[in-house]
């Protein structure tokens, strides 16, 4: 008895201890984050150095990095040729080269060899043009259907198998003639080169081919139907076969030509880092590189870090923290680090965003006493990811760590409530992201400080677009200010364009060009959920109380408009795609109204060299036509992005500050132009100027389903002009919180859908408002 | 003999101060001994002061702060309940749905339970009874969207039938509910009524029946009394439940339904996303208190009619 009363009372002990330890548990996470808060300091750490790129533009640096003899070396593919760089002390030298002139290529990527032997993928238009047009014709014939007036090709099975469409694959000889392979050009999906001169491919069927460089013969080496469209990154004997939309990755011995089978730890870390499947959007979507390291090891490089994997490991480890690095840095060409080669000695170079950088391991190296600033936002952004890059540069002391709300399926509420537990638990971020939040109900709550004290250090001696960047502004003070902004348009015939001045004109141009041209306008929708979110934002305004909310009595003729709008596009389920883009723009409808094809477009413009330049050629292409900044013509509407806020219980308010002087800051904003429109003065004028480095068009597909590349043409004078003077006007921000916009895109998309009447659909917007509003 | 007597009491008497003593002593002894289960009780009492009474404490606290806790605001929060309209909507709403349900469930389930008692194999269907509870809300949510949804099964019927269809989820949502709670409980609750009659002697009801009763007067005058403890503990379980239905609510028709079927935790759970703590916190201790009186009141019903 007496044993059994000691046993239960060191039982009960322990109960009591463990609970003791939940205690001293959070005080012991606490202590690690005051640590992390504070001080850091350890020997021995790989030191980042950006090497002299002058002599590349930004659009030459997503290519892949070849090491071979001790030297790193990349090509970019141009017209008819390339250039050759080559590793020369801390930078690289480059060399034009030509290709055989008497071949017309337009070469996408293009590898080479320090003996001269390379290979390459080109594009050949009048090849493609016609491969489509054979293709469509079949499947016209098979259908036994009209012309596709929308103008959408469908690949057919034959494609996807690769049709021969006499168009070889081609490897480079030192001479630089164009050998023919025996491979079709449109299977080939990825190939690399090796050190010891192989050439390996990668096909749409998941074919595995190793290339004879000398005769161009190929050999199969694995096949595994499942592997479609895989990249190939080869590391000594291995083939590591990859698609960011699989969850897997494939390593195949090419010696034996066998899978190999024990990779599930890089097939975790795949599946947790980079692959599509676990992110919760497109725009989680990043570059990342994989190259050979010493004996059966891989190093792996993306936005999160550089890690090291030893085939038939349990385990991949991280090397480089991306987060604190340039590894972290993205935009539009560059969604993540696009290649990384081993030059050995601890030693890698990383092709990026900001450059081409070199990681070289010093175990001298002391980490820095660092401060800890916690930045959040509901979702990701390339555009906040890229500021957090510029202000680690500019502050090498400080830590940032960046949260995120809404990831791993969290929702919204979820989302929002981590948020509050955070900072009634003394926890708070320090800078908020308030893209998607209440900002006014955050205000009213007083979890933000007012800024306007703060004015005279965060805006930049340049000056600043004060209607978009300082839009928050109100009579008892500013709690947040815009990084950037986007801001609606609409183009049609001129004619047509004087009757638009709301969405309820919008909508009934749209008719009447339907019935009169008889075939549907070219809206672009991807999506029911998409077309919604698209005039959310470019006529939000309309339903738009100004407090975050939506006005419930104008709500029905929105929705009815959306609805005509939505019926005119001719949209389907067969050409549905469940995309539902953050920077949503339908620059092909306005591409196509260059073309003359069709007749009406509308969108949000984000940046200027995709956007801006796009619909102002709409001019320079069909005189007919004409644009406007503003869909509803009563106000200069726009949406303000990038909302960034100090949060009233930060005790790093310096830091926030600091964070929201790089926002605005030239050096940031200059660093990301090519995808968004800038709120800091300079940085939109530099935009304005002829950029040939921000050169852009779109391949679009004729109304007789032809595919046509479309170059943008820069502004001229009269068109900055009038561009100045709607930014110069801004005066109506659209801006709803993410429960609201979701809600009217979920209620909208069911109604245009014809799942639920006109009556229902604002029912259920409504009623959500108002039980909202008795709250 | 008297004095005999009083000599023997006296003797008695004289024997028993000293065994009075001894029994003192061994009673102080059995109390020591009996104080050895405390620390047996620590960490569930740990456990409960520190996940159920500082939280509540703590809410307490907050329902007389702003918001995020920057100022006293004193009996402000309970003032905004009082005059906020989605609060009065969900306790209105709330209390017809206990008021609904508990009788229902209550009758429904004595009615099962009674029926069930008479057969001889109860036993072997008594699994079958907790079958609901066994479901996971999420889903048996998922069936009640097949069923009930705009374009679900049970309005894919009438529309083929050439009748109307009917928003289930929408102004007939209280009654899915109600369905649903019902569905979900009914059988652990027939199961708890069932144990009730089954420990009833079966001498009472035997004797009963020798002196005449029929069954009708067996159920009012021998079950019925009987099972006033089980009517006790049913209806705080089934109370107590009837505010726990909002996951069903929440996964059904989300944070914002229809306003029939707008909850307290609705607008707690919406309080909590929008911050506005202090009125949760302010609610929160009004809910209590009001589920406390009741309780209470309860008990104190029981207890009278026990004694």
Redesign the interface.
Request: aromatic share 8%.
């Given at each position: 008895m007496k044993i059994r009363?000691t046993a239960?009372?060191v039982l009960?002990?322990m109960?009591?201890a463990s609970?003791a330890g939940c205690?001293s548990g959070s005080g012991s996470m606490s202590e690690t984050a005051n640590l992390n808060s504070e001080v850091q300091l350890q020997k021995g750490r790989y030191v980042e150095k950006l090497l002299d790129t002058d002599v590349l533009s930004k659009q030459d640096l997503p290519c892949e990095l070849l090491q071979a003899g001790g030297k790193t070396y990349f090509s970019v593919p141009g017209e008819n040729g390339f250039a050759q760089y080559t590793s020369e002390g801390e930078g690289f030298v480059s060399a034009q080269e030509t290709l055989d002139p008497s071949q017309e290529i337009t070469p996408s990527k293009l590898q080479m060899l320090p003996d001269g032997r390379g290979a390459v993928i080109y594009y050949d238009m009048e090849a493609l043009s016609s491969q489509f047009g054979a293709a469509d014709e079949e499947t016209e014939a098979a259908e036994e259907e009209t012309a596709d007036t929308t103008g959408d090709f469908e690949f057919s099975d034959d494609t996807m198998n690769g049709i021969d469409t006499g168009v070889r694959f081609k490897i480079i000889t030192p001479e630089r003639k164009l050998m023919d392979t025996d491979l079709d050009i449109s299977e080939v999906s990825d190939f690399e080169l090796t050190e010891d001169g192989s050439l390996y491919v990668t096909s749409i069927n998941g074919r595995l081919y190793k290339v004879d460089l000398d005769t161009g013969k190929s050999k199969l080496i694995y096949e595994d139907a499942e592997l479609s469209m895989h990249n190939i990154d080869m590391a000594g004997k291995y083939a590591v076969l990859s698609n960011i939309s699989d969850d897997k990755v494939t390593v195949v011995d090419t010696e034996t030509g066998e899978a190999l089978d024990d990779t599930a730890a890089l097939n975790e870390f795949w599946k947790d880092n980079i692959a599509l499947q676990g992110m919760d959007s497109y725009s989680e979507l990043q570059a990342y590189d994989i190259c050979k390291g010493e004996e059966g090891t891989i190093y792996i490089v993306c936005t999160s870090g550089l890690y090291r994997y030893v085939f038939g490991g349990n385990k991949v480890e991280q090397l480089i923290d991306g987060s604190s690095t340039s590894l972290s840095l993205t935009d539009t060409l560059h969604p993540g680090p696009s290649s990384v080669v081993y030059e050995g000695d601890d030693s890698f170079l990383v092709n990026c965003a900001a450059g081409i950088v070199r990681y070289k391991y010093d175990p001298e190296a002391e980490e820095t006493e660092r401060t800890l600033m916690k930045i959040y936002s509901l979702e990701k952004s390339d555009k906040l990811t890229t500021a957090i890059s510029t202000f680690r540069r500019a502050n090498p002391d400080v830590e940032v760590k960046l949260e995120i709300g809404m990831k791993n399926g969290k929702t919204y509420?979820d989302a929002?409530?981590e948020l509050?537990t955070e900072?009634?638990s003394d926890d708070a971020p320090d800078a908020i992201v308030l893209d998607g939040l209440?900002i006014d109900?955050?205000k009213e709550?007083?979890?933000l400080k007012d800024l306007t004290g703060y004015l005279p250090e965060i805006t930049p001696s340049e000056g600043l677009i004060e209607g978009a960047a300082l839009w928050n502004r109100q009579e008892d003070g500013l709690y947040s200010v815009a990084g950037s902004f986007a801001i609606p348009s609409v183009a049609c015939d001129t004619g047509d364009l004087d009757k638009i001045h709301d969405l309820k004109d919008t909508a009934d141009v749209a008719e009447k060009q339907q019935k009169d041209s008889g075939h549907s306008i070219n809206l672009d929708c991807q999506s029911p959920r998409g077309f919604m979110k698209n005039i959310i934002e470019s006529y939000g305004n309309e339903i738009s109380d100004g407090k975050n909310s939506a006005d419930a009595s104008k709500l029905r003729d929105f929705y009815e408009s959306c609805g005509r709008l939505f019926g005119a596009s001719g949209w389907t389920e067969d050409i549905a795609g469940d995309m539902e883009s953050n920077d949503y723009i339908s620059s092909q409808t306005f591409s196509s109204l260059c073309l003359d094809d069709y007749h009406l477009a509308q969108g949000m413009l984000y940046n200027y060299p995709g956007h801006i330049n796009c619909i102002t050629s709409v001019r320079d292409y069909n005189e007919k036509a004409e644009y406007r900044y503003g869909g509803d013509d009563s106000v200069h509407a726009f949406k303000p992005e990038l909302n960034v806020g100090i949060c009233?219980?930060s005790d790093k308010t310096e830091e926030a500050k600091k964070f929201l002087k790089v926002l605005l800051s030239k050096e940031n904003q200059n660093s990301y132009v090519d995808t968004l429109l800038p709120v800091n003065e300079e940085s939109f004028k530099v935009n304005l100027e002829d950029r040939e480095d921000l050169s852009a068009g779109s391949m679009i597909f004729s109304s007789t389903g032809e595919p046509v590349y479309l170059e943008y043409k820069n502004t001229n004078e009269a068109e900055e002009k009038e561009l100045m003077d709607y930014i110069g006007r801004l005066d109506t921000a659209v801006v709803f919180d993410a429960q609201t916009e979701q809600?009217l895109i979920e209620s909208g998309a069911k109604y245009i859908c014809g799942?639920?009447t006109l009556d229902e659909a604002v029912n259920e917007v409504t009623?959500?408002l108002?039980?909202?509003n008795?709250? | 003999m008297r004095g005999a007597g009083n000599a023997a009491a006296l003797d008695i008497g004289r024997n028993t101060a000293p065994g009075t003593a001894a029994a003192l002593k061994k009673n102080r002894k059995k109390k020591k001994t009996d104080m050895?289960y405390l620390?047996?009780l620590?960490?569930g009492a740990?456990?409960v002061t520190?996940f159920v009474l500082l939280p509540f404490a703590d809410s307490v606290r907050r329902s007389f702060f702003?918001?995020?806790?920057?100022a006293f605001s004193g009996m402000e929060n309970y003032r905004e309940i009082f005059a906020?309209?989605?609060f009065r909507?969900a306790v209105k709403n709330t209390l017809l749905f206990t008021g609904v349900c508990l009788p229902l469930l209550i009758g429904i389930s004595f009615i099962i339970a009674y029926m069930l008692s008479g057969l001889k194999r109860v036993q072997l269907i008594r699994s079958l009874l907790l079958f609901p509870m066994a479901i996971p809300t999420a889903t048996m949510v998922l069936i009640w969207r097949v069923l009930f949804s705009?374009?679900g099964y049970i309005n894919g019927i009438l529309a083929a039938h050439g009748a109307d269809t009917a928003g289930f989820l929408g102004s007939k949502a209280f009654w899915v509910l109600v369905g649903s709670y019902i569905w979900k409980n009914l059988g652990y609750t027939v199961l708890l009524w069932l144990t009730g009659i089954m420990s009833i002697s079966s001498a009472l009801s035997e004797a009963a029946k020798t002196d005449g009763a029929g069954s009708v007067r067996c159920l009012f005058y021998i079950i019925m009394p009987n099972l006033r403890p089980t009517l006790y503990t049913i209806t705080i379980i089934s109370f107590l439940n009837s505010f726990k239905v909002f996951r069903e609510a929440y996964l059904l028709a989300g944070?914002?339904p229809?306003?029939s079927i707008?909850l307290l935790q609705h607008?707690f759970?919406?309080?909590?996303?929008?911050?506005?703590?202090g009125k949760m916190a302010a609610a929160s201790v009004c809910v209590f208190s009001v589920i406390f009186i009741a309780v209470s009141l309860l008990k104190a019903v029981w207890d009278k009619e026990e004694s």
């Open positions: 009363r239960a009372m009960s002990l109960m009591a609970a205690a509420e929002v409530k509050l900072v009634v209440d109900n955050l709550k007083g979890l009233s219980k809600k799942d639920i009623s959500f108002s039980l909202r008795k709250e | 050895k620390p047996f620590l960490p740990a456990g520190v702003t918001p995020l806790g920057q906020n309209e989605a909507l705009d374009h944070s914002y229809h306003e707008y607008l759970n919406n309080w909590f996303v929008n911050m506005d703590i």
